[in-house]
């Protein structure tokens, strides 16, 4: 604890570089021209950076409740699992891996300091914090988020009485909080540290590296190539995002709906779990056969697509994709009930547990409550899925009427036979009766 009450000691350095001394001319024209840059460099940013940190109304499921990262929750959670001095212990051992801590720390601080006014822009609402409060708040919680990277990927950086990596459950709980939309960082000051904080000499990862490797259990499906984004989240969605981009509607009117995967079954669809993909969003529709990759179901997957779908629904910048979204409106329409579930489970398209079928419906359903789809990705997939289960309707129909008016065996052809001379008899007996009583009567 002397360690961290010294850290904190040196919160207070000077911040007054590039205050001169002198008061000639000069450095008066100098000062002027240094805040018409700052002026400048404060109003394109204004501009052109893009809030994408947000809080999410009525979304119990968008905010943390473990650990607060970054401005927004950082009052409400002072007793979060991860507490405080777990964070400032975390940033003591990036700082101080090598010699000169007052060295490392004020380097970043002056890059905080630079950053400070674009990193507020990326939050939809004004942070009540000073600025030495704001940059020391990004210090710290960025800080932690590179060691915590660290630790994950080198074993023999953890201590033995690390509680994160050695109390059970707490690590899983704490990537949990981490994708969490209100519990975000602006990425580019988590990378911008990461260049500048002393590194481990095993290292030579990039920041996205470590991000991904310490995400991958979340991550549904496979990737291969470097990710970024707006913050980790929003990397995490990149790291998903489908191989192959939206294809258009065929040309005729596109089904709201899909059926549900017991009706779909029923009308001759067949589904298979498709494997050697690189995204869980990679779906395919052809020749009758619905391949869908693999999605594990696990404690954190309707908090990590909640998430990802009210990032969406912001549509960041110019991205308007809504990737997950449209994912989670094809799943509604697939599952209307546990029998769904059961059915993709024995396919291995849906991965978890016999008993919690029922838990696993109620999950997805709630996926796509009060949810706004501008941007469908699968209206291609949805037009292939509805001509057929149309064609399909019109051969089965057609099917039955050849068996009902074409018998094939001897007893069908001779009872057919009978009936129609019968109804042939039948007639000729009208018919006669129908003259006799015309010629007696007229």
């Given at each position: 604890?002397?360690?961290?009450?010294?850290?904190k000691k040196?919160?207070?350095?000077?911040?007054?570089?590039?205050?001169?001394?002198?008061?000639d001319?000069?450095?008066?024209?100098?000062?002027?021209?240094?805040g018409l840059v700052?002026q400048?460099?404060?109003?394109m940013?204004?501009?052109?950076?893009?809030?994408?940190i947000f809080?999410?109304?009525?979304e119990k499921?968008?905010?943390p409740d473990?650990?607060?990262i970054?401005?927004l929750h950082y009052?409400?959670l002072?007793?979060?699992?991860?507490?405080e001095d777990?964070k400032?212990?975390y940033c003591?051992?990036?700082l101080?891996r090598?010699?000169?801590?007052e060295?490392s720390?004020?380097?970043c601080v002056?890059?905080?300091?630079?950053?400070?006014h674009?990193?507020?822009?990326?939050?939809?609402?004004?942070i009540?914090l000073?600025?030495?409060?704001?940059?020391q708040?990004?210090?710290?919680?960025?800080?932690?988020?590179i060691e915590l990277?660290l630790?994950?990927s080198?074993?023999?950086?953890r201590?033995?009485r690390?509680?994160i990596?050695?109390?059970?459950g707490m690590?899983?709980?704490?990537?949990c909080?981490m994708?969490v939309?209100?519990n975000?960082i602006?990425?580019?000051?988590?990378q911008?540290?990461y260049q500048?904080v002393?590194?481990?000499?095993?290292c030579t990862?990039?920041l996205s590296?470590?991000?991904?490797?310490?995400?991958?259990?979340?991550i549904?499906?496979?990737?291969h190539?470097?990710?970024?984004?707006h913050?980790?989240?929003d990397l995490?969605?990149h790291?998903?995002?489908?191989?192959?981009?939206k294809?258009?509607?065929t040309g005729?009117?596109?089904?709201?709906y899909?059926d549900?995967v017991?009706?779909?079954k029923?009308?001759g669809?067949k589904?298979?779990?498709?494997t050697a993909?690189?995204?869980?969003?990679?779906?395919?529709f052809a020749?009758g056969v619905f391949k869908?990759?693999?999605?594990?179901v696990?404690?954190?997957t309707e908090?990590l697509l909640?998430?990802?779908?009210?990032?969406?629904?912001r549509?960041?910048?110019?991205?308007s994709a809504?990737?997950i979204t449209?994912y989670a409106?094809?799943?509604?329409?697939?599952?209307?009930?546990?029998?769904?579930?059961?059915?993709?489970r024995?396919?291995?398209?849906?991965?978890?547990?016999e008993?919690?079928?029922?838990?696993?419906?109620?999950?997805?359903?709630k996926?796509c409550e009060?949810?706004d789809?501008?941007?469908?990705?699968?209206v291609r997939?949805f037009?292939e899925?509805g001509?057929?289960v149309?064609?399909k309707s019109?051969h089965?129909k057609?099917q039955?009427?050849?068996?009902t008016?074409?018998p094939?065996?001897p007893?069908?052809v001779?009872v057919l036979?009978v009936?129609v001379l019968?109804l042939?008899l039948?007639?000729?007996?009208?018919l006669f009766s129908?003259?006799?009583?015309?010629?007696?009567?007229?």
């Amino acid at each position: 604890m002397n360690q961290i009450e010294d850290f904190k000691k040196m919160e207070n350095i000077s911040r007054s570089e590039g205050q001169s001394q002198t008061r000639d001319h000069i450095s008066l024209e100098i000062t002027s021209e240094s805040g018409l840059v700052s002026q400048i460099k404060e109003k394109m940013e204004n501009i052109a950076v893009s809030v994408s940190i947000f809080k999410v109304p009525n979304e119990k499921k968008c905010a943390p409740d473990y650990v607060s990262i970054g401005p927004l929750h950082y009052k409400q959670l002072r007793d979060s699992k991860v507490s405080e001095d777990d964070k400032w212990r975390y940033c003591y051992a990036l700082l101080n891996r090598k010699p000169n801590l007052e060295a490392s720390l004020d380097t970043c601080v002056k890059a905080l300091k630079q950053m400070e006014h674009k990193a507020r822009r990326c939050y939809n609402e004004d942070i009540s914090l000073t600025s030495d409060e704001f940059v020391q708040l990004m210090l710290i919680d960025t800080c932690f988020i590179i060691e915590l990277f660290l630790k994950y990927s080198y074993k023999s950086l953890r201590s033995r009485r690390d509680p994160i990596f050695n109390s059970p459950g707490m690590l899983i709980e704490l990537r949990c909080n981490m994708v969490v939309l209100e519990n975000q960082i602006p990425f580019f000051v988590v990378q911008r540290l990461y260049q500048l904080v002393p590194l481990p000499t095993q290292c030579t990862e990039s920041l996205s590296e470590l991000a991904t490797r310490f995400f991958k259990y979340l991550i549904p499906g496979e990737y291969h190539r470097e990710q970024e984004g707006h913050h980790l989240l929003d990397l995490i969605r990149h790291c998903m995002l489908p191989t192959h981009p939206k294809l258009q509607s065929t040309g005729k009117k596109t089904p709201d709906y899909l059926d549900c995967v017991k009706k779909l079954k029923r009308a001759g669809v067949k589904f298979q779990c498709a494997t050697a993909v690189h995204s869980f969003l990679d779906l395919k529709f052809a020749n009758g056969v619905f391949k869908m990759p693999p999605l594990l179901v696990h404690h954190c997957t309707e908090t990590l697509l909640k998430n990802l779908i009210a990032l969406e629904q912001r549509h960041i910048g110019d991205d308007s994709a809504q990737h997950i979204t449209s994912y989670a409106y094809l799943m509604g329409c697939l599952i209307q009930s546990e029998k769904d579930v059961k059915l993709l489970r024995k396919k291995q398209i849906l991965v978890h547990e016999e008993k919690n079928d029922k838990e696993v419906f109620e999950v997805l359903k709630k996926l796509c409550e009060q949810i706004d789809l501008k941007d469908f990705y699968y209206v291609r997939l949805f037009d292939e899925v509805g001509e057929f289960v149309k064609r399909k309707s019109w051969h089965t129909k057609k099917q039955k009427l050849k068996s009902t008016y074409h018998p094939k065996t001897p007893s069908a052809v001779a009872v057919l036979v009978v009936a129609v001379l019968a109804l042939l008899l039948t007639f000729v007996g009208a018919l006669f009766s129908i003259l006799t009583f015309a010629r007696h009567h007229i």
